[in-house]
């Protein structure tokens, strides 16, 4: 008897998927995937957009095609992208969009919010600021590869590599809405036929202020990151001579003894590598503790640096204020803002060379 009931429910289950749900179901071949959108405030308030969609070739080659026009509104820019296609373009393939440096300077919450409202975009898209046109960057043909993929692959293993801290839609929105932390995204430009990783924009709300050079990606990484893999570090010991290290994990902790107060916050950083590269003689017990302390002194002091740069622009991509805020009951959002600016915040390093080469 259970088993008979069992199975009369398993043949009314596909009718009730069938009642509660309705699905726009599209053949592939009857639409235009864009796999990118780059976006540019006109000089008239328009808002100016590029969708790229790959064309797939007889010989199964891929060539990127691009539309661009200009409305008030990103939604109705789609609607007359599919005026100039032969098929519908459809958004739900997007792998990244891209804000030019001027409209990231003047905002982006606006452009954001078509992408929350659309039940086809996935949060984990990636968002780029570009140096210079996404237009122009969208139609330039970079390989054998759809030009949306090239600029999420190109993303994806700048973060995997350690270069960079992973950011998308669904982190960005977190910072932004969330209390004492702002956003940051990667900066991206057109080079000589080739898309660079440049640096990494910071944002006061959802308007860049500032950017972290390519150099400083390193320090940023350690200090915002709890725990961190991979990434390389390089500083010049001994006037004209290098050093090198890699394979570096670092792990961050927080000692905050009286939160929502004017007392001392210390970051203090584990870091663990290995040397990659040295250009002063052979290595010995004796000189890895010196490098071991020059390490040390060259990150505590580019880290107050950068941190000293924060507090002066008062913005928190690193987000001290959000660790403050979950070790007090008092948290008051404005009264941070006051104190931040003028806050002593430290950095103590402690640097462990775990191997010096297969030389040694």
Same mark, same amino acid.
């Given at each position: 008897?259970?088993?008979?009931?069992?199975?009369?429910?398993?043949?009314?289950?596909?009718?009730?998927?069938?009642?509660?749900?309705?699905?726009?179901?599209?053949?592939?071949? =009857?639409?235009?995937?864009?796999?990118?959108?780059?976006?540019?405030?006109?000089?008239?308030?328009?808002?100016?957009?590029?969708?790229?969609?790959?064309?797939?070739?007889?010989?199964?080659?891929?060539?990127?095609?691009?539309?661009?026009?200009?409305?008030?509104?990103?939604?109705?820019?789609?609607?007359?992208?599919?005026?100039?296609? +032969?098929?519908?373009?459809?958004?739900?393939?997007?792998?990244?969009?891209?804000?030019?440096?001027?409209?990231?300077?003047?905002?982006?919450?606006?452009?954001?919010?078509?992408?929350?409202?659309?039940?086809?975009?996935?949060?984990?898209?990636?968002?780029?600021?570009? =140096?210079?046109?996404?237009?122009?960057?969208?139609?330039?043909?970079?390989?054998?590869?759809?030009?949306?993929?090239?600029?999420?692959?190109?993303?994806?293993?700048?973060?995997?590599?350690?270069?960079?801290?992973?950011?998308?839609?669904?982190?960005?929105?977190?910072?932004?809405?969330?209390?004492?932390?702002?956003?940051?995204?990667?900066?991206?430009?057109?080079?000589?036929?080739?898309?660079?990783?440049?640096?990494?924009?910071?944002? =006061?709300?959802?308007?860049?202020?500032?950017?972290?050079? @390519?150099?400083?990606?390193?320090?940023?990484?350690?200090?915002? +990151?709890?725990?961190?893999?991979?990434?390389?570090?390089?500083?010049?010991?001994?006037?004209?001579?290098?050093?090198?290290?890699?394979?570096i994990s670092s792990e961050r902790k927080y000692?905050?003894?009286?939160?929502?107060?004017?007392?001392?916050?210390?970051?203090?950083?584990?870091?663990?590598?290995?040397?990659?590269?040295?250009?002063?003689?052979?290595?010995?017990?004796?000189?890895?503790?010196?490098?071991?302390?020059?390490?040390? @002194?060259?990150?505590?002091?580019?880290?107050?640096?950068?941190?000293?740069?924060?507090?002066?622009?008062?913005?928190?991509?690193?987000?001290?204020?959000?660790?403050?805020?979950?070790?007090?009951?008092?948290? =008051?959002?404005?009264?941070?803002? +006051?104190?931040?600016?003028?806050?002593?915040?430290s950095v103590n390093v402690n640097v462990k060379?775990? @191997?010096?080469?297969?030389? @040694?």
């Amino acid at each position: 008897m259970v088993n008979r009931f069992l199975a009369y429910l398993c043949l009314l289950f596909p009718f009730f998927l069938t009642g509660c749900m309705n699905i726009d179901q599209r053949i592939i071949d =009857d639409i235009q995937l864009s796999s990118a959108g780059g976006y540019e405030y006109t000089e008239d308030g328009m808002i100016e957009v590029t969708s790229v969609y790959p064309s797939f070739q007889p010989d199964k080659s891929v060539i990127s095609k691009t539309i661009t026009d200009t409305a008030k509104l990103s939604k109705e820019v789609r609607d007359k992208h599919s005026l100039q296609s +032969e098929k519908p373009v459809v958004s739900g393939k997007v792998e990244v969009t891209l804000y030019e440096w001027k409209t990231a300077e003047k905002g982006i919450h606006d452009l954001l919010d078509t992408l929350q409202r659309d039940p086809s975009i996935g949060s984990n898209i990636y968002l780029v600021v570009v =140096d210079g046109s996404p237009k122009e960057l969208l139609s330039k043909q970079y390989g054998n590869t759809d030009t949306g993929i090239y600029l999420s692959n190109l993303i994806e293993q700048n973060i995997e590599a350690g270069q960079i801290h992973k950011t998308n839609l669904h982190q960005f929105l977190y910072k932004l809405y969330a209390e004492g932390m702002d956003p940051v995204l990667p900066i991206i430009k057109h080079e000589e036929d080739q898309v660079k990783l440049k640096a990494v924009g910071l944002f =006061d709300d959802d308007k860049m202020v500032g950017q972290i050079e @390519e150099e400083q990606f390193f320090i940023f990484k350690i200090l915002l +990151e709890r725990k961190g893999q991979k990434g390389s570090y390089s500083l010049q010991v001994n006037e004209d001579k290098d050093i090198s290290i890699y394979n570096i994990s670092s792990e961050r902790k927080y000692d905050i003894k009286k939160p929502m107060t004017n007392s001392e916050i210390i970051i203090n950083v584990e870091l663990k590598a290995t040397i990659s590269e040295y250009q002063d003689g052979s290595l010995n017990t004796g000189k890895i503790t010196k490098l071991e302390k020059e390490i040390k @002194e060259s990150v505590e002091k580019e880290s107050q640096e950068m941190i000293q740069q924060f507090q002066e622009k008062g913005i928190d991509p690193l987000g001290i204020g959000e660790e403050v805020r979950t070790r007090t009951r008092k948290w =008051d959002q404005k009264k941070w803002k +006051e104190l931040y600016p003028d806050l002593k915040i430290s950095v103590n390093v402690n640097v462990k060379l775990l @191997e010096s080469g297969v030389v @040694e």
